[in-house]
């Protein structure tokens, strides 16, 4: 129910729209064929779909017509979290769903892809020739000895061949992972070292900003610093021959070959996607084909309302769980276009001249991008034709309200907004775009469907109206089957469910308003989130603090309100150490090249000493909080900490930046 409180929504679906959505005739037929409520809208919809967690996902695998080559014997064995087991006994493939709609004759000759580069020209490539693509790389991957199992690795732009190399992974059955052209050969091997691959794709270089960017000498690392390596496939993406001793990429797409897709258990691996934590190596997070297909079935097919008729355009790279979301449009038939290049070349506007372009009914970006825009007035409704867009999505951080405000000033005033949060975790959302929902300024329109999604405060109670943790208390089908290299699920354990035992807290504040909808507040720990890209401050510290002249360094990401994100270094000096320009220049460098170069600081300060806990681990999230404002004696517990007596400072100048 509505309370009298509720604001004003900005937006709200018309009643044709409504009826249109797939949603409502989902529940039309889940009321008719399992007795959900056929009344109360989405709301009761989701109510009944976390209170009945087994009959929702059963009704999902229906809805969409699932292909299980073995029939299931339970839907959900086990609830426990971790290890909840779906679809025990079922076996299925992923690839296979993706390619379904080059079944049909009538659409062989559509577009499954549409590739933009910076020239922004729109390439198709037809569902046949994907299918025909697909089938002729996973008998050659399976020519190499690749096994069920087996890891697959691309360091790739976001092309064409990408979306094939996944594709034929799992047709195989072997587990895919990949990383974008512009990470650092270290940031790489901290991710492909943990799962040892055993062929890898690779590019000769990429084009960011109207530049080519050579990275064969990556490349030449990767393969030295990979033993696990029986072939390297060469794209020639800058034009370059093959290296020695690899295979051209041509060669082994040529064939017209029938894809065969090797029949997996539910919860076999897909693929291997990274989210850094704040210590170690970043967590090598492994998802199942059949959990994915199901989540991404329905966040795709249901929430985001996408169909055979739609364009799903989101700016994002191969590094980013997002890349493997965008993917999945085809699994309802969509046309996924894939954007290789810059997000804001050649001007700030570039983004909205390629949903243009594609006819795109779906774009997403980060909020970082349309805060840009903004910034850069920007007139998206005004210069480009942008009819085909039924609706705007952002993530990588909430969206300011000022967000909110000028897409629907400056696109369409009849534009759905959807503000979208999850995580790569689960690779999907736990909250956001909802057809039949109205858009309030601010607010992500709700949880999503079996989703128990939960604020909680410190002894786990439930709060509505109030910041809580983040916390999911049902299983989802694409929760991590597990870390990779974590043998007893230590690690997996101490990620999730440390805090609360039996619920995963995700680590993010949010408040859930009266009326269901969500209000994202940033991270409650110290991963650094920057335009989406999760790095752990660990990666920092390892590359800055390789320099001599720094003694330790402290890292911090802060979420500001006008939707910016600032990411100052603090810097502990060597003795005799000076930070001057040189030594700044050099940190900046070194984040640049070694990770990645949306992790450069924007600001170096030095300090004279890191704070700790007394157990000697620096302490980022009281030091963040400190930065946002909070007093000290709220921020910290004092009894935690080695030297108080450091923390005054950052108390100030957490207070001197909220003075503006």
């Not at 270089?205 to 690392?221: M, P, Q, S």
């Not at 989802?476 to 990779?484: A, K, L, R, V």
């Amino acid at each position: 129910m509505t309370s009298a409180s509720t604001p004003q929504p900005l937006w709200s679906p018309g009643p044709d729209r409504i009826a249109a959505a797939r949603i409502t005739a989902f529940q039309a037929w889940v009321a008719e064929r399992f007795g959900a409520p056929a009344d109360g809208g989405y709301p009761a919809l989701h109510r009944w779909s976390v209170d009945e967690l087994d009959t929702f996902w059963q009704a999902v695998a229906e809805w969409f017509d699932v292909r299980f080559t073995t029939p299931y014997e339970s839907v959900l064995a086990d609830r426990a979290m971790p290890g909840a087991r779906w679809f025990t006994g079922a076996t299925l493939n992923y690839a296979e769903h993706a390619l379904r709609a080059a079944e049909d004759p009538a659409r062989a000759d559509e577009a499954a892809l549409l590739h933009v580069d910076e020239t922004h020209e729109a390439v198709p490539v037809t569902w046949a020739e994907l299918r025909r693509q697909v089938g002729a790389l996973s008998a050659e991957l399976r020519a190499l000895g690749v096994r069920p199992g087996d890891r697959v690795s691309g360091y790739l732009p976001n092309i064409p061949e990408a979306v094939t190399a996944l594709l034929a992974t799992a047709a195989v059955g072997a587990v895919w992972t990949s990383c974008a052209p512009d990470f650092g050969a270290r940031s790489v091997l901290d991710r492909f070292q943990q799962v040892e691959p055993v062929v890898l794709f690779t590019v000769d270089g990429y084009r960011y900003g109207g530049k080519e960017h050579d990275r064969r000498d990556t490349v030449a690392e990767l393969r030295a610093e990979l033993p696990s390596l029986r072939a390297v496939v060469h794209i020639p993406l800058l034009g370059t021959d093959a290296p020695e001793g690899t295979l051209a990429w041509s060669e082994l797409t040529a064939a017209a070959t029938e894809p065969v897709f090797e029949a997996v258990p539910f919860d076999h691996p897909l693929w291997v996607l990274y989210s850094s934590g704040t210590t170690g190596l970043p967590k090598a997070i492994v998802q199942s084909q059949g959990g994915i297909l199901l989540e991404h079935l329905k966040q795709l097919g249901l929430h985001c309302d996408l169909g055979p008729e739609d364009r799903f355009f989101w700016y994002t790279s191969t590094g980013w769980m997002m890349w493997n979301f965008l993917v999945s449009g085809l699994l309802t038939g969509t046309t996924v276009v894939l954007y290789d290049g810059s997000p804001g070349y050649p001007d700030t506007g570039a983004q909205w001249r390629i949903a243009e372009r594609t006819k795109a009914t779906l774009y997403g970006t980060s909020a970082a991008y349309v805060m840009a825009c903004r910034k850069a007035e920007v007139h998206p409704g005004r210069d480009f034709d942008l009819s085909s867009v039924k609706c705007v999505a952002t993530t990588g951080s909430p969206l300011p309200p000022d967000g909110f405000r000028w897409l629907h000033d400056e696109v369409a005033e009849d534009l759905w907004i959807a503000s979208v949060s999850g995580g790569t975790d689960v690779c999907s959302c736990f909250a956001g775009a909802v057809p039949t929902l109205p858009v309030h300024i601010g607010e992500l329109q709700a949880a999503c469907l079996g989703t128990d999604l939960q604020a909680w405060d410190p002894s786990g109670k439930p709060l509505v109206g109030e910041v809580g943790e983040l916390v999911v208390t049902n299983p989802m089908p694409s929760m991590p089957i597990h870390f990779w290299n974590d043998p007893d699920g230590s690690r997996y354990r101490d990620s999730y469910f440390e805090m609360f035992p039996g619920a995963w807290r995700h680590g993010d504040w949010i408040t859930i308003t009266d009326h269901g909808s969500v209000v994202i507040h940033g991270r409650s720990d110290s991963t650094l989130n920057r335009q989406g890209v999760r790095m752990g401050s660990a990666d920092i510290y390892e590359a800055v603090e390789r320099l001599p002249e720094i003694k330790e360094s402290l890292v911090i990401g802060l979420e500001e309100p006008n939707g910016g994100y600032w990411m100052p270094l603090f810097v502990h000096l060597a003795p005799g150490a000076t930070l001057d320009d040189d030594l700044r220049a050099r940190v900046k460098t070194t984040i640049r090249e070694q990770l990645s170069p949306r992790h450069v600081p924007d600001e170096i300060i030095e300090v004279p000493a890191i704070p700790h806990t007394l157990t000697g681990k620096r302490i980022e999230v009281p030091v963040k909080r400190l930065l946002q404002g909070t007093p000290l004696a709220k921020a910290v517990n004092a009894g935690s900490v080695d030297n108080l007596d450091l923390l005054p400072f950052y108390e100030e100048l957490g207070r001197t930046r909220a003075q503006g």
